[in-house]
């Protein structure tokens, strides 16, 4: 293979993290050859899903749910709350990057469904953590699968492991997570994996000032009480379809809004994070999927790819080109006039979320201000 080369059948390039090609430039994901690894995650996620939905015994709260404002979340609290007798307690982490319309969807279930919720929001440990996060400097050579979206992977997972501080208070022995059947498989659901991955990164004195006592307390293998995280879409593994999870919850006033007006407004210094790093879009794993299930064709999504790794580079060096800009989004086919805007907001105004971080990029890696 050449130095730089994509997959024949999708979009991945051959220095993608994580993932090998064959002889024949097919990726490792196109064949099939990462799936024993993604399917004895989902073994053991189905395995805690299982046991939590079985366990019958009554608590103040049976778990707690982490409730974001965006659709997967909301969805599924108004699932359990029907199908279930369980009682949950939400649970939100209030940081500077959410999106006013995710918490506005967080204030509107909370009223509806007329059910506890704790908010806990973000402090300077928070804002080191991603200063740390987003200064450090990575080794492509080094990178494992999903390496190119660290960033949002360490703050979910920070979000996760606070969650389940309060849930260990509370004596909830069940935290759930709702991310989506893809996001899912490729997660990590053991505090104590989460914890040894932070400790990885970023080293173990980092880690003790950030999570506190809970650090070592929660790394105890003889702790029986530490919160078990669960994803609960893996019930619902082949039949998710987030058009028709949109649907239901605006037919039960659950939600105004699209996924796109909920994300982090963090979304475009997470891309320069993964071009400047690895070489590739931050969603580059998802849009391979669109072409091998010819939602989007392959030559087309390459050039889109192309165009998008300039445009993040020129913003990121203060050159604002709103025409390329707004064709760059249009081309993502997000599927609303609201969502385009909202994206060319997050896209000219993200300097504003390194300012409030105290990092800047100097052309060629983030730094501390």
Known sequence: MSDRCFCNNCLIQNNHPGVDFNSENIC???????????????????????TFISDDTKRQYDYMLMLSGGKDSIFML????????????????????????AQKN???????????????TANSKYKKLMRAIFT????????????????????????????CIFAYKFNIP???????????????????MILRLYTDELGKSFC??????????????????????????????????????????MKAGLYETSPIETSCALYPLLQLYSYMNYDCN???????????????????????????????????????????????????HLGAQKSDEYMYQSIINFKQSMDLL??????KNMEVI
Not at 139 to 147: H, M
Request: glycine residues 2%; contains cysteine.
């Open 208 to 249: 003790e000032e950030i999570f506190g006592d809970h650090y070592n307390l929660f790394l105890d293998e003889n702790n029986p009480s530490v919160p078990q995280i669960i994803f609960p879409y893996v019930s619902m593994i082949n039949n998710y379809n987030a058009e028709s999870i949109i649907d239901e919850l």
């Open 282 to 332: 931050f969603y580059t794993l998802e849009y391979a999927s669109s072409v091998r299930n010819k939602v989007w064709h392959r030559d087309m999504a390459l050039a889109l790819n192309e165009r998008y790794k300039n445009m993040i580079f020129s913003v990121s060096n203060g050159e604002i080109n709103e025409k390329e800009i707004r064709e760059v989004i249009a081309g993502l």
């Open 78 to 101: 108004h699932k359990l709350l029907k199908e279930t007798s369980k009682t949950p307690l939400a649970y939100t982490y209030d940081h500077p990057f959410e999106s006013k319309n």
């Open 28 to 50: 490792a994901i196109c064949t099939g050859r990462l799936t024993d690894r993604l399917t004895k995650n989902y073994n053991y996620i189905s395995d805690n899903y299982n």
């Open 136 to 163: 450090s400097q990575k080794d492509p050579a080094s990178a494992k699968y999903n390496s190119e979206k660290i960033p949002c992977i360490l703050c979910s997972y920070y979000i996760m492991v606070n969650a």
């Open 358 to 363: 105290g990092i800047k990029f100097n052309g």
């Open 174 to 192: 069940y935290v759930l997570y709702c991310a989506d059947p893809m996001q899912m498989v490729a997660s990590m659901s053991d505090v104590r």
């Open 106 to 120: 967080v204030k509107k279930v909370i009223d509806k469904l007329e059910i506890d919720h704790i908010k806990s």
